[in-house]
């Protein structure tokens, strides 16, 4: 198993982006743990 570390920086949770980024990872079939 891999393991990546993935950090949203502050303008994107402002802009509210970090549904969308999550929406994509899980698209991609990764499984996000947190």
């Given at each position: 198993m891999?393991t990546?570390?993935?950090?949203?920086?502050?303008?994107?949770?402002?802009?509210?982006l970090?549904?969308?980024?999550?929406?994509?990872f899980?698209?991609?079939?990764l499984?996000l743990v947190?």
């Amino acid at each position: 198993m891999e393991t990546t570390y993935v950090m949203v920086k502050p303008d994107g949770v402002q802009r509210g982006l970090v549904g969308e980024i999550i929406n994509r990872f899980e698209r991609k079939g990764l499984r996000l743990v947190g």
